[in-house]
């Protein structure tokens, strides 16, 4: 099955600075993640998006960080004055309608905080 | 209880061994149990899964046990080549019609295939 697009490859920003992050699904893909990787750590879940609107999000996943469709396409994750901490990989990923628990991911957003 | 326990934390062999990564989990529930290989700078890539419904699955040379009672499940790599070298990692969800299904993920393992 195609593969999500993420955008920028890389971003580097100033502390308490706002990031965007894009995500490009194709347009039959029902349930939308956002993961987080520091780097040489384990995978981490942040949200899970379904039907527009957020359905579960992990104890990361703090007022800091909000998630939207806002065009029906793209779907983004801002993170509100980024810290240091949060220098990571971060990964979008969705699953299809026909087998919904299996997840394919993009190929990440480095996000470095200086 | 969301936990996934992975070991080992790296792992060396030579061509053609035929290393083995174990995965245990607590909560029974747990109904899909993935695979992951990822490259360093790339996204984990879905390698294998199984459910728990089955004791194996094999996809080339790439195997998943799966047993249940143990709440445990390892993947075995055949015949294993220096382009298997790469970070794996197991993960296990539970699927929700409403909310899609979060993927609990391992602490990873570092595989290294010497030539």
């Known amino acids: 099955e195609p593969e999500v697009t993420q955008t920028p490859s890389h971003q580097v920003t100033q502390m308490g600075q706002e990031v965007i992050l894009r995500c490009v699904p194709i347009?039959?893909?029902?349930?939308f993640y956002w993961y987080r990787q520091i780097l040489g750590q384990k995978v981490e879940f942040l949200v899970s998006?379904?039907?527009?609107?957020?359905?579960?999000k992990s104890e990361i996943f703090d007022d800091q960080f909000s998630v939207e469709r806002p065009d029906g396409s793209n779907f983004t994750l801002k993170i509100r004055s980024t810290k240091l901490e949060d220098s990571a990989m971060y990964f979008c990923?969705?699953?299809?309608?026909?087998?919904?628990?299996?997840?394919?991911f993009g190929p990440g957003t480095r996000l470095t905080v200086l | 209880q969301q936990q996934v326990k992975q070991s080992p934390q790296s792992l060396i062999v030579q061509k053609g061994g035929i290393p083995i990564i174990n995965c245990a989990y607590e909560?029974?529930?747990?109904?899909?149990f993935p695979w992951y290989q990822q490259f360093p700078g790339k996204g984990p890539a879905l390698l294998i899964a199984?459910?728990?419904?089955?004791s194996e699955k094999k996809e080339g040379r790439f195997t998943i046990s799966f047993n249940k009672s143990a709440k445990q499940f390892s993947l075995h790599i055949m015949d294993s080549q220096p382009g298997d070298s790469a970070t794996y990692f197991c993960a296990a969800s539970k699927a929700e019609e409403t909310s899609g299904s979060r993927l609990t993920f391992g602490e990873g393992t570092q595989l290294t295939v010497n030539p």
């Open positions: 199984i459910r728990p419904d089955v």
């Open positions: 909560n029974t529930a747990f109904d899909y």
């Open positions: 998006f379904y039907n527009n609107e957020i359905s579960e």
């Open positions: 990923a969705r699953t299809g309608r026909e087998v919904p628990d299996t997840q394919y």
């Open positions: 347009s039959n893909h029902l349930y």
